[in-house]
């Protein structure tokens, strides 16, 4: 007797799984577990998707839990994209902990995709002095100290271009931010979420302009590299040492930059940006694809242990 179609792709199905099991074996390696987990979560997708499709009752694309950290993530973020931006430079001494994005205005050859718009070049998370910190003083003026950190990091480059074109150089006036002090903890998450929605071109994961947040100790202890960052925006004096060789070329830095802008588009509108935020809480929307891969692909070479002061400061 024939069996019937969805008896068939059922116990097809069932078989599948089973030779999957079968190739585990008693002693698997870790790049075959690896392998394994990532094609059955991704499997495991499709599978509800196809279970949900055959029940008349209709199934919420998410719950809302207030405790998810991706939840937290994206309520987070969204708290910092109201925030008023405010020029880098003047950023005043406050107390608290949290969440920010730089953004960049000004006219360098390597980011005019990105100036002038809601797009931020890096973003970042300051934790808090007190792991437990419960109020913005106990959290201390991590936030704030962070960013006027980053405004003389970018400030020692300006001093040492002042004879370049504009389109080479930085000035510091040319950056703003918005900043949030958030729960401790909750920085965690939501530094995540924006590096996952924006992929800034100065965050490490993107693979394409890193090492901005370094802090600097002697080359002959630590290391042999010099951070791209250093290399296109020079004037560190510990990262000027000529024993450090550069771990990317002008023209491969180049090459990223603009990769990953051609497979991220900058945003332009805040609105916009804003209602792309909140749609990842509408729970009758068909399930979206989130960018979990950095821009310029899995394979290209990103910051490694024995570049200048190691991986990029947290």
């Known amino acids: 007797m024939a069996i019937a179609p969805d008896r068939a792709a059922i116990k097809a199905l069932e078989t599948a799984l089973a030779v999957v099991l079968e190739t585990v074996g008693s002693n698997p390696s870790p790049a075959i577990v690896r392998r394994i987990r990532e094609g059955l979560a991704a499997h495991a997708d499709a599978l509800e998707a196809a279970r949900s499709a055959t029940d008349s009752i209709r199934m919420p694309r998410s719950t809302f839990d207030p405790a998810d950290p991706k939840v937290v993530g994206r309520t987070v973020s969204i708290a910092l994209l109201a925030q008023p931006l405010v020029p880098l430079a003047d950023v005043p001494p406050a107390y608290g902990s949290g969440v920010y994005a730089i953004y960049y205005r000004g006219q360098h050859r390597l980011y005019?995709?990105?100036?002038?718009?809601?797009?931020?070049?890096?973003?970042?998370?300051?934790?808090?002095?007190?792991?437990?910190?419960?109020?913005?003083?106990?959290?201390?003026?991590?936030?704030?100290?962070?960013?006027?950190?980053?405004?003389?990091?970018?400030?020692?480059?300006?001093?040492?271009?002042?004879?370049?074109?504009?389109?080479?150089?930085?000035?510091?006036?040319?950056?703003?931010?918005?900043?949030?002090?958030?729960?401790?903890?909750?920085?965690l998450v939501a530094e995540k979420h924006l590096i996952r929605t924006f992929w800034p071109i100065w965050n490490s994961e993107t693979k394409a302009c890193w090492g901005m947040s370094k802090h600097g100790d002697a080359a002959s202890t630590r290391s042999n590299k010099r951070s791209p960052w250093d290399v296109v925006h020079p004037g560190r004096q510990w990262a000027l040492d000529k024993r450090l060789v550069d771990s990317l070329t002008p023209n491969e830095i180049a090459r990223r930059i603009e990769a990953t802008l051609e497979r991220v588009r900058p945003r332009r509108d805040h609105a916009a940006l804003l209602e792309e935020m909140l749609a990842g809480f509408r729970q009758d929307d068909p399930p979206r694809a989130d960018q979990d891969v950095p821009p310029?692909?899995?394979s290209a070479a990103g910051p490694e242990t024995d570049e200048a002061v190691g991986v990029e400061d947290e």
């Open 112 to 187: 005019a995709g990105i100036s002038g718009s809601e797009t931020p070049i890096y973003v970042g998370k300051a934790d808090p002095a007190k792991d437990d910190g419960s109020t913005t003083r106990e959290q201390g003026p991590k936030l704030t100290g962070r960013l006027m950190e980053h405004a003389g990091t970018i400030a020692t480059a300006e001093a040492s271009s002042v004879r370049m074109p504009p389109d080479m150089s930085l000035r510091v006036s040319d950056f703003t931010c918005r900043r949030l002090v958030c729960s401790t903890n909750a920085q």
């Open 296 to 298: 310029v692909g899995e």
